[in-house]
């Protein structure tokens, strides 16, 4: 630990540059940029091969996607098609048509080629986005009209709630920037999934590690998008830059807010300081935060220099956070603990809800239930919290035949005749100080449960992977969902397991697999709420997850910026929205 004297050099030295920061940065409003605090950076912004929230919310200003979300009314948006699809009585055939005023950066207009190129580089086994390809399964082919280059069909496997809602969440990208040989245009949709035909292939093979290469994951020179923005600096552990187009088609359209681009600049400023961050938005150094620690800003918002210059806001979200247990271990590196739903279910009896809940979140947070947010109507009002309590804990913990039995203070099982200690490890990320705040709360409360918990801060990157690799005993993040439909796949899925997706836990079996099938497949909305239901009910009763708590979204805006909106759907602020005061 440090000590006081170095502390103390710290903090002057933090002052000290803070000051320099408030001189020099005097005049940034003068040239229109936002300045945005972000905790962590995107793992990459490759156009496909990318999963954090900072990429999706990054890609709403520098890439387009066929649909939007409307966040004032919840409904879909045509953005890049002229209009909703026509939808053929089978519920299996999708036809758009992309705006005629569309085009690239470099002034080639958007066609259905670069839809049906997207579709194939997502679809094709040999692009490294693994955690999403479950997303595109439904999705058949793309057939382009052969009489309009801007009109084609979406030909899908099965009719799904989500076949147009899907289209909201993948960036449409260039075939001629990204493929500028247009091999895949050479195969047909169903080629680049067979493994086989892929392996006869090697110009599929070339255009893949190329595509794959670090230089598309963030080098800005070969970034490319749709969008009005464009990423223009990425100094990696500092910030993000986002410069608006000079002569992008959207100049001129205003109507929707995916047009919209106010700031010429936007700036991503990494800071993960809780104390440094609040000391740069009290000097005016920063515009905007949706993601501050609650702590930070519950001081500003009862300080009144403060208020007088920001607007600070709560607002409900879809998000919430959980603790992940690993039910399907090595058995080497990670004991087999959570094998045993009794064990699950004591683990979630062991976590001190209310307490985080005032200690962490001031109380601004409502419990989860279910892998749905209570603000939903998909929410199964049925299903109860698990309440915090040792004693049961211990009980189900007994019934499973853990004990103290050499008197060492941890319980302990033999399992394969081997005498097993019941203590594991915790992964979380340590960008922000309310995880470790969390997991510290959780240990003291399991060792008096005679278990002993070690605390495993990683960063970002590390701790997806270890997350997706299925090298933890226990991981603790955040989901943000949204209002659309749920799919269960990408989550909760055995394939999802299997393929290191994003079912961490190994969740799942053939019941589970065909009741998300038919959530999918159901296109009644009655019918799908009820089997939706359903499913959270098997969670519920299967607990791969202990859910924690919702998420309050922190809003703070400077005043300098106008035109402000927030929203229950993510990202809270659309930063391409904020008007400079004059």
Not at 211 to 224: C, I, L, Q, T, V
Not at 399 to 415: H, R
Request: charged residues 25%; aromatic residues 12%.
């Amino acid at each position: 630990m440090s000590s006081f004297k170095t502390m103390n050099f710290i903090k002057y030295s933090l002052l000290l540059i803070i000051t320099a920061l408030v001189v020099n940065g005097c005049k940034k409003h003068q040239n229109n940029t936002l300045v945005v605090h972000i905790l962590h950076e995107p793992e990459d912004l490759h156009p496909t091969n990318g999963t954090s929230a900072l990429r999706a919310e990054i890609n709403l200003y520098t890439q387009l996607s066929l649909l939007k979300i409307d966040y004032n009314t919840s409904e879909l948006l045509p953005c890049m098609a002229k209009a909703l699809p026509i939808v053929s009585e089978d519920g299996l055939n999708y036809t758009y048509e992309i705006k005629d005023e569309l085009y690239w950066d470099d002034k080639t207009p958007v066609t259905a080629a670069d839809v049906a190129f997207t579709t194939k580089a997502n679809k094709c086994l040999l692009t490294n986005n693994p955690a999403l390809k479950q997303n595109w399964d439904n999705v058949k082919d793309i057939v382009i009209d052969a009489k309009n280059s801007k009109k084609f069909t979406v030909e899908m496997n099965h009719p799904n709630a989500l076949n147009t809602w899907f289209w909201t969440d993948f960036p449409i990208i260039e075939e001629a920037f990204f493929d500028k040989h247009k091999t895949l245009s050479t195969c047909t949709t169903a080629q680049l999934i067979d493994s086989t035909f892929l392996k006869k292939n090697k110009a599929v093979k070339i255009w893949a590690d190329e595509f794959n290469s670090p230089k598309y994951y963030n080098n800005p020179e070969f970034m490319n998008g749709g969008g009005p923005y464009k990423v223009t600096k990425w100094d990696k552990g500092v910030s993000i830059t986002l410069e608006k187009k000079k002569d992008h088609w959207t100049k001129n359209c205003e109507e929707h807010w995916f047009c919209k681009a106010y700031a010429d600049k936007i700036i991503l400023k990494l800071n993960t300081n809780n104390a440094s961050t609040l000391l740069e938005f009290k000097n005016g150094l920063m515009d905007v935060s949706t993601n501050i620690d609650y702590a930070s800003f519950s001081e500003l918002e009862t300080d009144k220099t403060f208020t007088d210059k920001y607007i600070t806001k709560l607002a409900d979200t879809y998000n919430y956070t959980y603790i992940a247990m690993n039910m399907k271990p090595d058995g080497k590196t990670h004991q087999p603990l959570f094998t045993d739903v009794l064990v699950r279910r004591a683990m979630a009896m062991l976590v001190p809800y209310d307490q985080i809940n005032k200690l962490v979140y001031g109380n601004h947070c409502k419990r989860m239930i279910s892998p749905i947010s209570p603000l939903k109507k998909e929410f199964n009002t049925n299903l109860k919290p698990i309440e915090y309590n040792i004693q049961q804990a211990q009980a189900l913990l007994k019934q499973a035949g853990w004990e103290d039995t050499d008197g060492d203070q941890i319980l302990d099982k033999v399992i394969d005749g081997e005498k097993v200690k019941f203590q594991f490890s915790i992964n979380f990320i340590n960008a922000q100080k309310q995880w470790e705040d969390i997991a510290k709360q959780i240990a003291e409360s399991m060792q008096k449960a005679n278990i002993f918990v070690q605390l495993n801060p990683m960063e970002f990157n590390g701790f997806v992977s270890a997350a997706m690799s299925h090298d933890f005993d226990m991981s603790m993040s955040a989901w943000q969902s949204s209002v659309q439909p749920e799919d269960f796949s990408q989550l909760w899925k055995t394939t999802s397991w299997s393929t290191n997706g994003f079912n961490f836990t190994g969740f799942g079996n053939t019941r589970s697999d065909a009741l998300i099938d038919s959530i999918n497949n159901c296109v009644q909305e009655s019918k799908r709420i009820e089997l939706t239901k359903q499913f959270q009910q098997l969670v519920y009763q299967e607990q791969p997850y202990i859910f924690l708590l919702t998420q309050a979204r922190r809003v703070v805006v400077s005043k300098k910026w106008t035109n402000l909106e927030i929203y229950t759907e993510y990202p809270g602020v659309l930063l391409n929205t904020l008007k400079l005061n004059d």
